[in-house]
């Protein structure tokens, strides 16, 4: 059975929350050459799988994969993962190569939850050094948040950090098209409804957009 999705053993001060989870793996990777981020490796295993197994193991209910450039390879690698994690429901949504973006991409995930939940967790395929614990504190960070906040995001630093969390009410908000979120405009503003929640962990920053990034932080040459 997957572990409660709040805090450490101890810590939480509230119930589980029912999680939806969206995995944005749909970019073109321009910047590395051309080439699906889902299927970089690191530490031993795919960035798609390492991130489902992470989601799966903070007590996530289900996850959707938003595919894009390069589907037809990033496919059959997610059919073998969900077959791996079959306690985990994972569902995968594909957004048209021409209209990529990822507010789009995000409207679209939200259109495509078979599951009821309390809150959407985001996170990008592309980030390599999450664990667990670092996820578990962004849930956490949501959970135990003044009433008012409606979105957590970590921040380090200064610097916009993921996965952020966010809940029904904004989820239906994307799901309208209302707003830009994804954009990152949006979360600059610093609405009333905005938590950044501040931390020194880099892990949050930490993608890979470059070959430079590809060299410190995976097994791929």
Wanted: charged content about 25%.
């Amino acid at each position: 059975m997957r572990e409660a999705n709040c805090c450490e053993p101890g810590a939480c001060r509230s119930g589980r929350l029912r999680l939806g989870a969206v995995l944005l793996a749909a970019g073109e990777g321009s910047r590395l050459g051309g080439r699906p981020k889902a299927l970089i490796h690191a530490t031993g295993e795919t960035l798609l799988q390492r991130n489902l197994r992470l989601l799966r193991d903070v007590g996530v209910d289900e996850v959707v994969v938003v595919t894009g450039h390069y589907r037809d390879d990033v496919a059959p690698a997610l059919a073998a993962i969900s077959a791996e994690l079959a306690d985990l429901r994972i569902t995968e949504v594909t957004q048209p190569e021409a209209s990529h973006s990822q507010p789009e991409s995000l409207r679209l995930a939200m259109k495509g939850f078979t599951l009821q939940s309390d809150a959407t967790l985001v996170l990008p395929v592309d980030m390599p050094l999450l664990t667990r614990a670092d996820i578990v504190a962004v849930i956490g960070a949501y959970k135990h948040a003044p009433e008012t906040i409606e979105f957590v995001g970590p921040n380090v630093g200064g610097r916009p950090g993921n996965p952020v969390l966010f809940s029904n009410r904004i989820a239906a908000r994307i799901a309208g098209g209302e707003g830009d979120f994804g954009s990152g405009a949006w979360r600059h503003a610093s609405p009333d409804w905005v938590l950044e929640w501040q931390t020194d962990n880099p892990h949050y920053v930490a993608d890979i957009d470059t070959p430079a990034d590809l060299a410190r932080w995976t097994d791929d040459i």
